[in-house]
Structure formats: structure tokens, C-alpha cells
């Protein structure tokens, strides 16, 4: 099924929609018909963010989010395809806009603890009720580890949560955080999802 520029399996019980569910906690017409601009606006993060000794820098836009759902939700189709929690990785960070104060991931998840040679890699943080993810490629650890794609990154989940029964919505929210091969807009996600 082609979505946008995005290919999603047509089988598997995938649910691709254009329109939001309306089971979901969220109006996405009403409320987020704008772009989402600043990280005080609403629960859904749009950057992931490294603390240096004077500084913090963003680093990579948020790509995903689920709603209705928890962290652990969110990696369960993941590790059951054998994706390791607690990968080698660099601490980041969101803005949890209720404190202000920048809080490390509720929960990560790789193809891989090294990617040696590369890997699918995300990062979550649950902040209201909302779980905001960074889904990226990586490149391989040597001779410096890059993010490959961000794009590859996030469609690639994309097709693996559609195939394990998780509604789909395709680039519904404006974060206005374009960078590399990102558009800036993020997918959403909820959970159908049972084991």
C-alpha cells in the first residue's frame, strides 16, 4: 500500500488510515492543526537533545509518537523481532515541559547492542501520556558513528508496527523540525497491539 512516499505492507492486519481513530485521546484536527513549534507547546517532544559542560545542543528531531500507549508498549513489537533494550548508545535528552528540566529516554531499543555494522535504533520518552520516539539508521560504530537516515529510520518502524496491528498515520503532526532527510513531521502511532 503506498501512503504518501511511504510503501506500507498491504497484509499482516496493517491499519494505515488517513484520518485519526476516534478512540484516540487526542484531536488531532482541533488541537494540533498547526505546526508544533516550541517544546513548551504540547506534551509530544520535538528534538532529542546532548548536555556538553556549557551547552545544550539538539541533536535529532523526534519522528514518531504514540498515543494511548506506554514506553514498554512501544518496544514490545520490537524485541519480539529481537531488538535489545539498554543498547550502547550516547545519553540524550527531551524537555519534559512540565518541570523544564531535560530527562534521559523512559526506554531504547536497537537491531543490535553495538551496531557494528550499522542498526535501527530508537529512543522514547513518555511525557503526559504521549510517547514521543526518535527513530533513526545508524551507521556503522567505525571509524565514527553517524545517524545513516533518519527517514529509513522511521519508515521502516513504520511497516513494522502496521504489521504487527498498530494503527499507522503518516506524517500527521507538524514538529517544524526538518533536518537531514527528516521533513519534519512525525508519524503517529496507536496501539492495537497484543500479544
Same mark, same amino acid.
Request: with cysteine; charged share 20%.
Given at each position: 500500500?503506498?501512503?504518501?512516499?511511504?510503501?506500507?505492507?498491504?497484509?499482516?492486519?496493517a491499519? *494505515?488510515k488517513?484520518q485519526?481513530? &476516534?478512540?484516540?485521546?487526542?484531536?488531532?484536527?482541533?488541537?494540533?492543526?498547526?505546526? *508544533? $513549534?516550541?517544546?513548551?507547546?504540547?506534551?509530544?517532544?520535538?528534538?532529542?537533545?546532548?548536555?556538553?559542560?556549557?551547552?545544550?545542543?539538539?541533536?535529532?528531531?523526534?519522528n514518531?509518537?504514540?498515543?494511548?500507549?506506554?514506553?514498554?508498549?512501544?518496544?514490545?513489537?520490537? *524485541?519480539?523481532?529481537?531488538?535489545? $533494550?539498554?543498547?550502547?548508545?550516547?545519553?540524550?535528552?527531551a524537555?519534559?515541559?512540565? $518541570?523544564?528540566?531535560?530527562?534521559? =529516554?523512559?526506554?531504547t531499543?536497537?537491531?543490535t547492542?553495538?551496531? $557494528?555494522?550499522?542498526?535501527?535504533?530508537v529512543?522514547?520518552?513518555?511525557?503526559?501520556?504521549?510517547?514521543?520516539i526518535?527513530?533513526?539508521?545508524?551507521?556503522?560504530?567505525? =571509524?565514527?558513528?553517524?545517524?545513516?537516515?533518519y527517514?529509513?529510520?522511521?519508515?521502516?518502524?513504520?511497516?513494522?508496527?502496521?504489521? &504487527?496491528?498498530?494503527t499507522?498515520? =503518516?506524517?500527521?503532526?507538524?514538529?517544524?523540525?526538518?533536518?537531514?532527510?527528516?521533513?519534519?513531521?512525525?508519524?503517529?502511532?496507536?496501539?492495537?497491539? &497484543?500479544?
Amino acid at each position: 500500500m503506498l501512503v504518501g512516499s511511504k510503501i506500507l505492507p498491504e497484509s499482516s492486519g496493517a491499519s *494505515i488510515k488517513d484520518q485519526p481513530s &476516534t478512540g484516540a485521546k487526542i484531536n488531532f484536527e482541533n488541537e494540533w492543526n498547526e505546526p *508544533i $513549534t516550541t517544546e513548551y507547546a504540547t506534551p509530544v517532544a520535538r528534538y532529542q537533545y546532548k548536555k556538553g559542560p556549557n551547552s545544550v545542543t539538539s541533536t535529532a528531531p523526534i519522528n514518531m509518537i504514540a498515543v494511548n500507549t506506554s514506553s514498554e508498549e512501544v518496544l514490545s513489537p520490537l *524485541i519480539d523481532r529481537g531488538w535489545v $533494550t539498554q543498547p550502547k548508545e550516547y545519553i540524550r535528552f527531551a524537555v519534559d515541559r512540565e $518541570t523544564g528540566q531535560y530527562i534521559r =529516554p523512559t526506554s531504547t531499543a536497537a537491531e543490535t547492542y553495538y551496531g $557494528t555494522s550499522g542498526r535501527l535504533h530508537v529512543r522514547c520518552w513518555e511525557l503526559e501520556g504521549i510517547v514521543s520516539i526518535q527513530a533513526h539508521e545508524d551507521t556503522g560504530a567505525r =571509524p565514527k558513528h553517524r545517524v545513516a537516515s533518519y527517514n529509513r529510520g522511521h519508515v521502516t518502524l513504520e511497516k513494522i508496527y502496521a504489521a &504487527t496491528g498498530w494503527t499507522v498515520l =503518516p506524517d500527521i503532526i507538524n514538529l517544524a523540525n526538518s533536518q537531514a532527510d527528516h521533513d519534519g513531521t512525525a508519524t503517529v502511532l496507536k496501539t492495537d497491539y &497484543t500479544k
